[in-house]
């Protein structure tokens, strides 16, 4: 079994959690709506993901809806001391599996309410706003009003600590004028770099940068040159993927996402991968954005 400890650890809000975590979204049905197909299954990954290190876990009551966050209180209850659940409101589903934006005061109050039932916790961790502007991509807009609604739940002690989710660097400061940021979850790999200059802002700042999609999510990273760095290291693409974006900044923490325990050694692998300068320098060549 892998010991995750190898890939380093960073700090989350008042918690040092180790580098590579493990996101929970691929635990629902397809399209991250309806039950698993296989819920023993789904309960041992999260059992062996912690076994092997990992204490932080991404969430949200909106992956199923709320199935994730029940499998994991099954699964984990009682928690092991140190893992840090983080989840993220913003969005509710609807009938037809369909993503709704939910920014309302009562609609963020109310998911906070929800993961801290379904989970089974007196406070959440670390809850992540999850922007939802023009469709799912990051677009501009204040999100001081939203923002503000999760900082008066942090003051009741609903919350622990907050993030942001599918945000511009504009919002990231926005949201840091009104109240502590402790992580900020944007999509980002090795094919996608439009984060460059934010994940090393936030490097800076001493904030998290948490990659969503960091093995291109539903549509999988593809790249000869990536394959052919990871025939030389004897690794897979994809933990190759993964040992680049730990590679790439000191305040990266990963949450691959999985539901196949197979899947979750060979993303947990990746931990122990190191990769040489020039190595760095070949991949690095691959999702490079102009200047």
Not at 34 to 60: F, Y
Not at 113 to 127: M, P, Q
Not at 214 to 229: D, I, M, T
Request: hydrophobic share 45%; aromatic share 6%.
């Amino acid at each position: 079994m892998t010991d995750v400890a190898s890939a380093g650890v960073y700090r989350l809000g008042d918690r040092t959690v180790r580098r590579m975590g493990y996101g929970a979204m691929q635990l629902a049905g397809p399209g991250v709506f309806g039950p698993p197909k296989d819920r023993p299954q789904a309960i041992a990954v999260l059992r062996e993901a912690v076994a092997s290190g990992v204490n932080h876990i991404d969430t949200s009551d909106f992956y199923g809806p709320y199935v994730v966050n029940e499998i994991i209180a099954e699964a984990l209850r009682p928690y092991p001391e140190g893992l840090a659940i983080v989840t993220k409101v913003g969005a509710v589903r609807g009938s037809d599996g369909s993503w709704n934006p939910a920014f309302g005061a009562a609609d963020l109050e109310r998911a906070v309410h929800d993961n801290i039932r379904r989970l089974g916790v007196d406070a959440i961790d670390v809850v992540n706003l999850r922007w939802m502007g023009a469709g799912h991509g990051v677009s501009e807009g204040s999100l001081g009003r939203e923002f503000e609604v999760l900082a008066g739940l942090q003051r009741q002690g609903l919350i622990r600590h907050l993030g942001l989710s599918n945000v511009t660097a504009t919002q990231v400061r926005e949201a840091r004028a009104i109240a502590e940021v402790v992580c900020v979850q944007n999509l980002y790999n090795i094919a996608n770099r439009q984060d460059d200059a934010l994940v090393d802002e936030l490097a800076a700042a001493g904030i998290a940068f948490v990659p969503f999609f960091p093995l291109g999510g539903f549509a999988p990273l593809q790249s000869e040159a990536l394959s052919a760095v990871a025939a030389d290291l004897g690794a897979t693409p994809m933990q190759t993927a993964l040992a680049w974006l730990l590679a790439r900044a000191p305040n990266m923490l990963l949450i691959p996402g999985t539901s196949s325990l197979a899947h979750l050694r060979e993303n947990l692998a990746a931990a122990e991968l190191v990769l040489s300068d020039k190595v760095m320098a070949r991949l690095d060549a691959i999702g490079r954005v102009p200047a």
